[in-house]
């Protein structure tokens, strides 16, 4: 388990910063209010606070670059962020949550409308700073970056879908996780590089490097959904079954033909909520169906694909990106 | 008053559809089911319907490439009748709207979740269109329309605001209708012409005459808001009113002075729900104060603008655009 944050996270945070909060002052008063609470950056009342994300995909973004040219493409770190924000808002919204890095989730404070507007508004602005940004290779950027978007969007679509299913595939399952997760860290891992005009063939296995690191991610963030420290992921222990969502492990667990599975398949059929003993049993059926255990060697193994697919490049932004997606899987597992 | 839909607006449907559909085939299939409805051109249950929009934008940005070139920028069309239809999906969820172009709205039959995954997906693709298009100017007309889809995101915050808000100033009641309608209005009177690569003097002012005739766009919805015919709008009459809308004749009238203008603003003021005579009361108020007479001038006034703004190009784009601005303006009016 490593507890000390990468350099990469913190330098990134230091470059990416300023254009994100430059960007974010181009709204109209309402809606840079609503994102600058959400960023961490001010408090309901407006006062200056100063959290903030961990820039996890624009250090990816940076570092990717940084594999190919001493350029850094800022534009595109802070877009990706952007995306990314803009889904946590609207997903706040969806999914009702209330509480988003230890904090009350944007909507709680400003109402769902104006929770909506500054979703829709961090999405335009991401392609507005990416095209407004001194690069050729701008366009190809934006490009990639609004097909990522679109394919988060179809990720969020069928987990919603999944919600009023009884009976979901691990492949399905999968897919979403994909969609919803790791296609945006591949574009993340890969639009830097794009943005600074690497071979086709490094944007390539860059992109395939973050899809892979992207789906150990998730799964990660699957597992501890279910027995995840609430101080790493700001959600109480058994949060995802509790909502009976169809995360990864679940859904191996339901389709593994198992009796834990059986059991887990009955407790999520109930109609009333679960108890406490319910929801603790309904975590121990995923152990005993093997779910844990097959989750996490996949995670391991999406690990190690993404490491082979890692062009060969500066040997010194290679290992950040390296130590990067160690450290992201390695949360507290 | 015109009753007979101008040709341009058959024309550009003819041209864009096929477009426009081929651009939500590539959603995910429960967000595109949600778009086709909202679209017209599906039922709920999923079977064809002939429906749809009037296609006043598409034919406003193939009108404005006419004036400058033989050629039809159909991406451009498409993109900004996408973003129109963002905002439609977003606006009909936040404001609890229940019916639009005589059916019910998509978050009605769908979900809200639903309609705004469809919302953001149809904003992100209008990017993913206008990006892939093979023109030298894709990347320019893009960070056009996305702009004009900010201030268009502001317009909403700053609608949303004013509901919220008693004293409203006549001065930014103009301004937010500016943001909500006449941007993107004036994005779809020049991307066109921007697409196709006009000199920047044409764009400038096809984006001026598209801003006048937005405003007047606007003041006439407004109009019809308070008195206009449920067949043309599909709204019920003094519907703006039973919501204590602050459209531009109301906070002209708030804000007028006149005895008219205080009866207005106890019976906005009041606790309970408006009575249907206190409706009626509230509409001769409006006209008492002169606001409607006002709008009506003012809307003439940004129509003469408008056809001021008008580049000199080819004479039959240019009468048709001006034919689609009198026919956008004398609506029922």
Redesign the interface.
């Known amino acids: 388990m490593t507890t000390v944050l990468p350099p990469a996270l913190h330098t990134a945070r230091e470059a990416v910063d300023p254009a994100l909060r430059a960007a974010v002052a181009?709204?109209?008063p309402?809606?840079r209010r609503v994102c600058e609470y959400h960023f961490g950056w001010s408090n309901a009342d407006g006062t200056p606070d100063g959290g903030g994300g961990k820039a996890l995909r624009p250090a990816m973004v940076l570092l990717s670059a940084r594999s190919v040219a001493s350029e850094d493409p800022v534009a595109a770190a802070a877009a990706v962020e952007l995306v990314h924000n803009?889904s946590l808002l609207?997903d706040d919204?969806?999914d009702g949550d209330t509480s988003r890095r230890h904090r009350p989730t944007a909507w709680t404070v400003f109402g769902?409308?104006?929770a909506?507007?500054a979703?829709?508004?961090l999405?335009?602005?991401s392609?507005?700073i990416l095209?407004?940004a001194p690069s050729r290779q701008?366009?190809a950027a934006?490009?990639s970056l609004?097909?990522a978007?679109?394919t988060l969007?179809?990720g969020?679509?069928?987990d919603?879908?999944f919600e009023r299913r009884a009976a979901v595939g691990l492949d399905e399952c999968l897919r979403m996780a994909h969609?919803k997760t790791a296609a945006l860290l591949a574009c993340a891992s890969s639009i830097g590089a794009l943005f600074v005009g690497a071979p086709r063939e490094t944007v390539t296995r860059l992109h395939a490097f973050g899809t892979e690191l992207g789906m150990a991610f998730q799964l990660v963030d699957d597992l501890l959904g279910l027995w995840g420290d609430p101080e790493v992921t700001g959600k109480p222990v058994l949060s995802d079954l509790r909502t009976r969502k169809k995360s990864v492990p679940v859904v191996h667990a339901l389709s593994s033909g198992t009796a834990a599975g059986e059991r887990l398949l009955q407790l999520y059929a109930q109609a009333e909520p679960l108890t406490e003993d319910q929801l603790h049993e309904a975590a121990e059926m995923v152990q005993r169906a093997g779910s844990a255990e097959w989750t996490r060697l996949e995670c391991e193994r999406r690990l190690a694909a993404a490491h082979e697919r890692l062009p060969d490049g500066q040997r010194a932004a290679t290992e950040s990106l390296t130590e990067l997606a160690e450290f992201i899987v390695r949360r507290k597992l």
């Open positions: 181009r709204l109209d309402d809606t803009f609207h919204v969806m769902k409308p104006a909506l507007l979703g829709d508004a999405l335009a602005l392609t507005e095209l407004e701008a366009a934006a490009l609004t097909t978007t679109r969007i179809a969020q679509a069928a919603l879908d969609d």
